[in-house]
């Protein structure tokens, strides 16, 4: 448990109005004692609003708790940031938008209230710089605001730029010199109120803003923005092309075998003397000036899904370049978080200078590439700690070669950037969008020239070598003919599996296939398209759920399915020359498409991309929460484009208005139309709506009910099976927190707590869980009550992003279950008297637990229960339809 303490010295100065006296917030747990719930003094509203706008125009030194990695200590614990020190207090700006919404102010003694605090502030020499109006104090807020506004209940904004014009219209005329006339702030109507305008109309609570209308795309973008200039430097291409081919690996080596440098120092060496200096350092405004970059894109080396929409806009558009940026810390810190959730562990001794949570981490990549965590040398366990922290490097160079080898990109278009902590805020101003947007831009114009284009890039220009690529990827079109006796339609399934795939968060496998969808969508094409051949693509959705395929071919589920031919098709040992490229791939899909009558079906996925821009009829499902927010991105392919201006309603008086969730009520001034890019094209939504429909801002809730079954099921079976779980009795009776340093051994209460978790455990896997809800609740108990068997002492969910007082296992306790002999051999484990033995008889009572059968036959159960219904089976049967009967592109 961490534990931190303000202190708070007493005030210099009167407040400005008297603390509330609030009583104490209900508990979940209560002792009955009188004194447990004091009555609080809470700042006044008015004080805290000025302590609040201060703070966001208060330049000056950094705490430890708020310093950078750029910022370097002046003593007494406060640093001076090296890339300046504007204001940092992205949160005050949260705190006052909330204000805003929820209370009415007093216009000319608010003014008067805050240049009083600003003066007196002043006057105790802080560095505040209030502006005559409200600007963004600092560009790195755009990607702070986005961490609050997803832990912050209530906030209807998901971005900065959303929640501006209303601190515009709250902050304006109180941070002007001039006092604003008689007027009071409508927290309802988000404007100022004056004498002559008391008779505006007030908000309604059925006002939402509009999102324009349906089927027609808005897109507030340039119709013609210049050529990217921004190109790479001879000596930087040079650079990367070295290191290629081997110089990142000699620099690696040498900070490995210096005997010099401590384990903490290699580590540094990594990002200081290698990733900092081999790209450039600075990551280019986008979109800049007059959009003077718009033709610059940009995407993050951890986001491999990224590669195809980028390539195929690289390929369509020769006015466009990128940039491939890469972070420091995605190197050991996915690794980490992954190793951490999934319990794996380095439980040898510690090597000197090397942390716990390091060897941890290094454990978990010796697992994923089949080698032993268990006895290793200390001098190879920093040297994989080593690799890990270069890894984002490594995946920026990899990514460039697939660009320049694989989609034929010439290299002075691709650069590559070092994104450190100063260039945080260049994240959240990507706008990723741009790929498919200019991608298909080029497609409506010419769609037979683009996709010529992007042919020719990934044959390559060298005739022999476009021989061969061509000849690879007609053998898997003729191996795939062959084993479906050359028909003549085909329906082509995609699956996604991530699990097991280190990811640093939860995001990535709730996008994953569901089974029991797959299984759905097969009887929907085969009452549709009877004559269709069905063949599975991509990963294998039968791998790691044994009796699953068995079962479907029992029920006839896969009658006439191909299940093997295009499973990991790029791997097959029967490609001449080994794995298939990225371009290949593409071609083949290409070559098919030209060759036979085909459709793709799947989760919204980067690997659909480049085979729709080619032409592939497509089908995809899209989770109903993420409609009109993540979703936005791909609905440029099937709907109509409107290319304008938008601008914020204003009511009779001037006053600019928002609706009841405190947006802004937007009207789009049309300059320019075109038709859908892709007709082929239709999306399927499925699953429940986000809990407030109306706000699309809101956080997605059920989307991660099956990916909680998939993946805890997962890292069950890899504990039981990789061997991991056999030395639980060296683990069992001592505890290190995600980024602890050490070890630290169990008291007894912390062994008394762990029983508790693991009967809880028990109790869970006995639950009898009939909805979504139910099913995902059930697996979070699961998960987390393994993680207090093996950390009886940890106080917060890892996965869970929001904000929370109370312990994550709060309201998961199960009180009671029949009694079995699982709960019998752990009562009597965790009573044995010798510690060492106690821990070994846990870990085999916890294995006649986990390492069964019946604990995957559950999870394939419950998965079952994420699945379409009627309404969404119709929609996916139109869908296919239409696509099918749109003019053929080939």
Not at 553 to 565: E, N, Q
Not at 783 to 792: F, H, K, N, S, T
Not at 860 to 878: C, G, K, T, V, Y
């Amino acid at each position: 448990m961490s534990l931190s303490v303000d202190l708070a010295p007493p005030r210099t100065r009167p407040v400005w109005e008297p603390p509330d006296v609030i009583a104490f917030p209900q508990q979940i747990v209560t002792t009955g004692h009188p004194d447990e719930s004091p009555a609080m003094r809470v700042i006044s509203y008015d004080d805290t609003l000025a302590h609040k706008v201060s703070g966001m125009f208060t330049h000056g030194v950094r705490t430890v708790n708020s310093k950078c990695s750029d910022c370097v200590a002046r003593g007494d614990g406060l640093f001076n940031c090296q890339m300046g020190d504007l204001p940092y207090r992205a949160q005050d700006l949260v705190d006052v938008i909330m204000i805003i919404l929820s209370s009415s102010w007093d216009g000319p003694a608010t003014h008067a209230m805050l240049h009083e605090e600003f003066k007196w502030r002043i006057e105790q020499h802080e560095e505040l710089k209030v502006p005559p109006a409200f600007e963004i104090p600092n560009p790195e807020w755009f990607s702070k605001f986005e961490g609050y506004a997803r832990t912050t209940p209530g906030l209807p904004y998901g971005d900065l730029g959303e929640a501006v014009p209303v601190v515009r219209a709250f902050l304006d005329p109180l941070l002007s010199e001039q006092p604003p006339p008689p007027s009071r702030w409508d927290p309802d109507l988000r404007t100022w109120i004056t004498a002559e305008s008391e008779d505006a109309p007030h908000a309604d609570d059925d006002t939402v803003a509009a999102t324009g209308p349906e089927g027609v795309r808005r897109l507030p973008v340039p119709t013609d923005p210049p050529a990217s200039t921004v190109h790479a430097d001879p000596r930087r291409i040079a650079q990367w092309d070295e290191l290629s081919a081997g110089r990142l690996d000699e620099e690696l080596q040498r900070i490995k075998d210096d005997p010099g440098l401590s384990p903490a120092q290699k580590l540094d060496h990594v990002i200081s003397r290698v990733m900092y200096h081999s790209a450039y350092a600075q990551l280019t405004r986008i979109p800049g000036p007059d959009n003077e970059n718009f033709k610059h894109l940009r995407f993050y080396s951890h986001q491999r899904g990224e590669l195809y929409s980028h390539a195929a806009a690289l390929m369509a558009d020769p006015d466009l370049t990128i940039e491939i940026a890469y972070m420091a810390e995605r190197g050991i810190n996915n690794f980490q978080w992954d190793a951490y959730q999934g319990h794996v562990a380095y439980l040898g001794e510690l090597p000197e200078g090397v942390e716990a949570h390091h060897a941890n981490t290094a454990a978990l990549r010796r697992l994923s590439r089949g080698e032993s965590p268990a006895a290793v040398d200390p001098a190879t366990l920093v040297d994989d700690l080593v690799d890990l922290q270069a890894q984002p490097l490594r995946d920026a160079l990899r990514l460039r070669e697939r660009l320049i080898d694989d989609y034929g990109i010439e290299p002075h278009r691709i650069r590559l950037a070092y994104a450190g902590s100063s260039m945080k805020s260049h994240y959240g101003q990507t706008q990723w969008m741009r790929a498919q947007l200019l991608a298909l831009r080029a497609i409506q114009a010419d769609p037979d020239q683009a996709r010529q284009r992007m042919v020719d890039r990934m044959l390559g220009p060298d005739e022999a070598e476009a021989e061969r690529r061509r000849s690879r990827a007609q053998a898997v079109v003729d191996r795939l003919l062959a084993a479906n006796g050359q028909a003549d339609e085909f329906a082509l399934l995609w699956v996604r599996d991530t699990r097991g795939q280190p990811v640093g968060s939860r995001h990535g496998p709730h996008l994953d296939t569901r089974p029991e969808v797959l299984r759905q969508t097969i009887e929907a094409l085969r009452a549709e398209h009877p004559g269709r051949r069905i063949v599975l693509l991509g990963d294998d959705v039968f791998a790691g759920r044994p009796g699953l395929e068995e079962e479907w071919r029992r029920a006839g589920a896969l009658d006439g399915v191909d299940t093997r031919t295009l499973v990991e098709f790029w791997d097959d040992p029967r490609n001449d020359g080994g794995r298939l490229t990225y371009g290949e791939q593409a071609l083949f899909f290409h070559l098919l498409n030209t060759q036979r009558d085909v459709i793709q079906l799947g989760m919204e996925s980067g690997a659909l991309e480049i085979p729709a821009m080619l032409g592939v009829p497509t089908v995809y499902f899209e989770a109903r929460e993420h409609d009109g927010n993540k979703g936005n991105r791909w609905m440029l392919y099937w709907q109509s484009w409107a290319y304008g201006e938008a601008r914020q309603l204003r009511d009779a008086f001037g006053n600019p208005r928002f609706d009841r969730l405190g947006r802004p009520i937007m009207t789009f001034d049309v300059s320019e139309t075109a038709e859908a890019p892709l007709p082929a094209m239709r999306r399927v939504l499925f699953g429940p709506d986000l809990p407030d429909p109306d706000n699309r801002r809101g956080q997605p809730v059920a989307v991660y009910h099956p990916a909680r079954v998939a993946v805890t099921m997962d890292r069950i079976n890899r504990l039981a099976h990789s061997g991991e779980m056999d030395r639980w009795p060296e683990r069992l009776g001592r505890s290190v927190e995600m980024r602890g340093a050490e070890w630290t051994p169990w008291s007894d209460s912390d062994w008394e707590r762990s029983k508790y978790y693991a009967e809880q455990l028990r109790r869970w896997l006995r639950t009898d869980a009939r909805t979504p809800d139910e099913i995902g609740q059930k697996w979070l108990g699961i998960r987390l009550a393994l993680q207090g068997v093996l950390e009886p002492g940890f106080t917060k969910d890892q996965e869970y992003e929001g904000v929370s007082l109370a312990h994550p296992y709060a309201v998961l306790h199960v009180d009671r279950s029949r009694l079995d002999n699982d709960a019998i051999r752990i009562d009597h484990a965790y009573r044995t008297t010798d510690p060492d033995e106690r821990a070994a008889a846990v870990t085999r009572a916890l294995k006649f637990l986990l390492a069964t059968e019946d604990i995957t036959r559950q999870a394939l159960d419950d998965l079952r229960a994420f699945q379409l219904d009627q309404s969404e089976i119709d929609d996916l049967r139109a869908a296919v339809r239409d696509v099918t009967t749109q003019p053929r592109t080939r």
